[in-house]
Structure formats: structure tokens, C-alpha cells
Nanobody, 124 residues
């Protein structure tokens, strides 16, 4: 069992930056691939980024590539999402998720545990 708690969301102007954090409970954090997803009203949850268990491999949606960076600290049991050059279309609720498989995947259904989400709002 893994409990996830996101923080760091808020209101920012277009072009600004935010850093999201996701703290995980339990002693097996390094056994999970970690991902970030986002979802807006009336929209399906969409993949943003994922990071391998050891942190050496990262994966991004095309819409955020070059602007967002995912990282993890397996000692602190935390995964991060650094978001730069934010755009109004990045406005969504952002969720972190844990996947017990061996490789990073991009479908929400593949992830086993989810946080409650944190709101990110980018004003134009």
C-alpha cells in the first residue's frame, strides 16, 4: 500500500514556473514507477510525465516536453514535477501516481495508487 500526497499547486501567470511535489508513504517507494497526470473539467485524465524506479529514465507527453522536468528522491520518498514556461492550457488538476510494474507506462489504468490532486491555474 502506498499513500500519495501532492503539494505545490497554485495560481501563476503565463510564462511562470511551479514545482509540484508528491510525498509517498511506505518503505517501498523505490519499487514503483512514478507518474504525473492531469485532468480538467469534462476531460479525460492525461499523461504528463513518468520516471523509472531508479530515476535514470524519464518520459514526457509531447505537450510538455522541454518545459516540464520530472525527478525523484528515493531517500525522501518524493517525486517532483518542475513546470517552466507555463501556459494557460496547462491549467488542470495534477495527480501523482504509482505503478508497480517494471517499466514506465502512460495509461492511467496502469497505475495502482493515486494522490488527491493539486490545482494548477495559469492566467494569461
Amino acid at each position: 500500500q502506498v499513500h500519495l500526497a501532492e503539494s505545490g499547486g497554485g495560481l501563476v501567470q503565463a510564462g511562470g514556473s511551479l514545482r509540484l511535489s508528491c510525498a509517498a508513504s511506505g518503505r517501498t517507494f523505490s519499487s514503483y514507477v512514478m507518474g504525473w497526470f492531469r485532468q480538467g473539467p469534462g476531460k479525460e485524465r492525461e499523461f504528463v510525465a513518468a520516471i523509472s524506479r531508479g530515476g535514470s529514465r524519464t518520459f514526457y507527453a509531447d505537450s510538455v516536453k522541454g518545459r516540464f522536468t520530472i525527478s525523484r528522491d528515493n531517500i525522501a520518498n518524493t517525486v517532483y514535477l518542475q513546470m517552466n514556461s507555463l501556459k494557460p492550457e496547462d491549467t488542470d488538476v495534477y495527480y501523482c501516481a504509482a505503478d508497480g510494474s517494471f517499466s514506465a507506462r502512460m495509461r492511467p489504468v496502469d497505475y495502482d495508487y493515486w494522490g488527491q490532486g493539486t490545482q494548477v491555474t495559469v492566467s494569461s
